[in-house]
Structures are given as structure tokens and as C-alpha cells.
């Protein structure tokens, strides 16, 4: 009896820790699945419109609210907290469009939000209808609690972040620059905890990201009858070139949040993969460490620019010489770096004067050369984000670390870094590291992950927004 009464009571502990607004959270995460807003089909607008509804409901001012936009499907919500003044606002960004999903490739319908063994199934339950639903938990609780923040509580939940051409963040700098002015943004797309079977291993803190690049390698010549082969054959060169771009290796080199990453890993990891994070971390790094390191494609993504091979096409007849060949290469390029100097080295790569090296910009237009605009060096860690991130993550996570990284994906962040607004990734969903299935199937989140999450956003909102 007493080891079953002890026990209810731990159930009692652990659940008292998920807070009271978890209900709110899950209806309105459940709200948002069910709104496609995929760009094919879906409306981003109609998800806007329902938080608006939302905000509306708890008491926020229409006046402090807006749905705008480029177009009808594509309107953007902007809400603001009022606070007392002291600080410049803090700005939270979510997106509200989610990648496309086919019914048939799903175990459960994506556009419909399930719980099963303690997982919520759903498109956007992992990127980043999950954030959307935490962030409008916390800013819907704060309100009602009559909270008045030291700063004001701006959020944004926007358009196009994954695909179509209105993208919401960009479109609100260029247009509503005031309705979105802050000091700095917290972003909730990207990795947070990454766990192993439920127990979490780190805590990552976002803090710059690569950007995103595509080229196209072509090769033309005259062709002629297949009966008649001459050296000159566009297939020959584009493939010789891609077999000396798939050798190279972009030099290795480390940012003021990459090295913090590997320096707070270097006390995590263990036995060899400890000894190798050590070595790169030397001035100058260990050669065969960076070898090493590199076989895993994380690490490899995190110590270098890298250029990849996605498409290949080419002749038009299966009697006739190649005309044309082509090759797209998809590249991830490290913050301080411009897709043009990436597009002059991959001409050195591929040493091949036919072979020319173009650049596909946003639009899928060809461009014969990309911007020469370097990628915005990581921000400064500043204070007021990382100090209460630390402490926090310490009370709800004993022993876990927060650890500074750099995505390997995109995210809006591109466009607010680029408007001056010093960018971080912040959230607290735990993912196990094989359950990585943003943009996938059967994309899923762990309900206790959620609440965690939830109630980690709260209290890290009012605890920067407190002082
Ligand atoms: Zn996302």
C-alpha cells in the first residue's frame, strides 16, 4: 500500500509539473493540425484567422491584432503584449504553413490530429504546429493572468516559411517593419532536446544557420549520330565533374556557436568521438580528428560548407549524342560565406571550362552569377537570452546542457538576421533521434514532450520579460 500510494503520488509530482494551461495547448495545437496549410491546397489564412479568434477571446484588443498579407490564402497574425516599456520588444516567430502530406503514405490521416500511445500524429506535429500552439498557449496565459512584461510580447505566425513565394517574415519586414520591430527574435522552428528513448541527452540552442543554395552544372555541344562517338560528350563531362565534386570536401572551419557546440559536447561525449571534438577544437585542428569526425554526416554538415548532386538529366534520344547534360547541386552553405564565392569554387571543383556553373535563386530562376551576399555572421550570445535559458533548463532538466548550434536547414531566421534582428532558436520539445520526422510521414510528438515544451515556453517568456 504504501509503495502504491508513494507511487501516486510521483504520477501526482510528474503531472503537476506539466502545468495547468496543457489543455489549452493541446486544443489549440488540435485546432491547427486540422487546418491544412499546406501550399497546394491549404489556406494559411483560415489558421490565422483562428488564432485571431483566440486572442480575441482572451481578452487581447482587436487593435493588438492583425491578419495581413500579400493575398487572401496567405495572411500572416501578428499579436503584441503590451509590456511596461523598459526593454525594446522581444519579437517570437512561428510558421504556419506545413510541408505537403499524402494520405496515402501516412499510417493515420496528417490532416487529422490523433493520439496514439501517448503521441500526438499530425502534419506540422513536429514542424512547428506544436511551437505555434506553445507560443500562443503561453502569450493566451500571460494575458490572463494580467501579466505586464517589462517588454512588449510581439508573435508572429507567418506564411510560406517551407515553400510557395509569400513567405510571411519577409513580407512583414518589407511592408509592417513597426507592427514587428524588437530586440531580438526567438524563433521556435528547429531541433530542442534531442533524446534517446525518452531520456534527453542535450539541449540545443539555435544560433545561426547556413544558408541555402542550388546550382546548375551544364554541359552542351553539338550531338551528333550515337553510330559516330567523339570524346566531346556532354553526359562524359557533366559526369567526370560531378566525380571530382563528390572527392571534395569544403576547408573545415568553426564559428563562434559551432565551436561552442562542440565545446559543451566535448563534455558530454565520451572515448574516442571526446578525444576527436578536443582535437578539432586545437588551433590549428587535428587533421585525421576532422577525418574522423567527418564520417558522420552531422558533424561533417557542422565543420563545412557542403555541395551535394540532387538532379541529373540529359540527352534527348537513345540513338543520338548527348546536346546537353545537366547536373542540380543543392548547397549548405556556413554563415560569413556567399552562394556567389560557393559557385566560383565549385567551377575549380569541377575544372572543366565545359562545364558551366549557374546559380538557381529563390524564384527557380538560372542566374549566371549568385549574390555575393555573405551569410550573417552567428549574433553575440546575449545575456538576457542565454543567462535565464541556463538557469531554466537546470530546474526542469536537471543536468541537462544547453548547447549553442547551427541548423543545417533554413528557416525564417534567414530573413530577420538579415534585418539586424539577432535570431535564436528556442524551444523544448524533446525528439528521440530516431523519431526525427519533420517534412516526413507519420510525423509525430510524445504528449509529456509537448507539455514539457509548453510549460518550459511560459515560464522562460515571463521569466525575460520579468526583469
Ligand atoms: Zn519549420
Redesign the pocket.
Known amino acids: 500500500m504504501a509503495s502504491a500510494a508513494a507511487a501516486l503520488l510521483l504520477v501526482a509530482a510528474s503531472h503537476a509539473q506539466t502545468g495547468p494551461s496543457d489543455a489549452l495547448a493541446r486544443d489549440i495545437f488540435k485546432e491547427l493540425i486540422e487546418i491544412n496549410t499546406t501550399d497546394s491546397v491549404g489556406n494559411v489564412t483560415t489558421a490565422s484567422e483562428a488564432m485571431a479568434q483566440r486572442l480575441r477571446a482572451a481578452g487581447f484588443p482587436a487593435g493588438d491584432i492583425q491578419v495581413l498579407g500579400p493575398n487572401d490564402r496567405k495572411k500572416n497574425l501578428v499579436v503584441r503584449l503590451h509590456g511596461s516599456g523598459k526593454h525594446k520588444p522581444v519579437l517570437l516567430i512561428g ?1 504556419l504553413d506545413v510541408v505537403e502530406a499524402r494520405r496515402g503514405d501516412w499510417t493515420t490521416d496528417p490532416f487529422k490530429f490523433v493520439e496514439k500511445d501517448g503521441y500526438f500524429f499530425g502534419r506540422g506535429t513536429q ?2 504546429k506544436n511551437g505555434d500552439a506553445i507560443m500562443m498557449a503561453a502569450l493566451i496565459r500571460l494575458k490572463k493572468e494580467g501579466f505586464k512584461p517589462s517588454r512588449d510580447i510581439i508573435m508572429a505566425l507567418t506564411a510560406d ?2 515553400s510557395g513565394s509569400s513567405n510571411g517574415v519577409a513580407w512583414l519586414l518589407q511592408n509592417h517593419r513597426e507592427l514587428i520591430d524588437a530586440q531580438f527574435v526567438l524563433n521556435h ?2 531541433n530542442a532536446i534531442t533524446s534517446d528513448h525518452g531520456k534527453p541527452l542535450y539541449f540545443e540552442m539555435d544560433g545561426t544557420e547556413k544558408v541555402y543554395g542550388d546550382f546548375l552544372l551544364s554541359a552542351a555541344n553539338r550531338g551528333g549520330h550515337s553510330s559516330l562517338p567523339v570524346p566531346d560528350n556532354a553526359i562524359y563531362h557533366i559526369a567526370a565533374g560531378l566525380e571530382r565534386l563528390a572527392r571534395y570536401d569544403f576547408p573545415f572551419e568553426l564559428n563562434s556557436v559551432t565551436r561552442g557546440y562542440y565545446e559543451r559536447m566535448a563534455t558530454i561525449e565520451t572515448g574516442q568521438r571526446a578525444a576527436d571534438i578536443k582535437a578539432i577544437l586545437q588551433t590549428p585542428p587535428d587533421n585525421e580528428a576532422v577525418e574522423r569526425l567527418s564520417r558522420d554526416a552531422v558533424d561533417h554538415s557542422i565543420m563545412r560548407t557542403t555541395c551535394v548532386a540532387t538532379r541529373l538529366e540529359g540527352g534527348h534520344a537513345n540513338n543520338a549524342l548527348p546536346q546537353r547534360a545537366q547536373a542540380t547541386v543543392n548547397c549548405r552553405i556556413l554563415p560569413g560565406h556567399s552562394p556567389e564565392e560557393v559557385r566560383r569554387t565549385l567551377i575549380d571543383v569541377v575544372a572543366d571550362p565545359a562545364i558551366k556553373v549557374q546559380y538557381i535563386d529563390d524564384q527557380g530562376e538560372v542566374r549566371d552569377t549568385a549574390s555575393d551576399r555573405r551569410g550573417y555572421p552567428p549574433p553575440p550570445l546575449l545575456p538576457e537570452v542565454i543567462k535565464p535559458l541556463d538557469k531554466l533548463v537546470g530546474q526542469m532538466w536537471p543536468g541537462l546542457k544547453v548547447v549553442p548550434a547551427m541548423s543545417a ?1 533554413a ?2 531566421g534567414v530573413y530577420t538576421s538579415a534585418a539586424g534582428l539577432p535570431t535564436y532558436v528556442v524551444g523544448a520539445i524533446a525528439i528521440d533521434k530516431d523519431n526525427i520526422r ?1 517534412h516526413g510521414q507519420d510525423e509525430n510528438v510524445g504528449a509529456e514532450s509537448f507539455y514539457r515544451g509548453n510549460e518550459f515556453f511560459y515560464r522562460y517568456l515571463k521569466e525575460i520579460t520579468s526583469h
Open positions: 510558421h514542424d512547428m516559411e517551407e522552428d528547429g536547414g528557416s525564417d519533420a
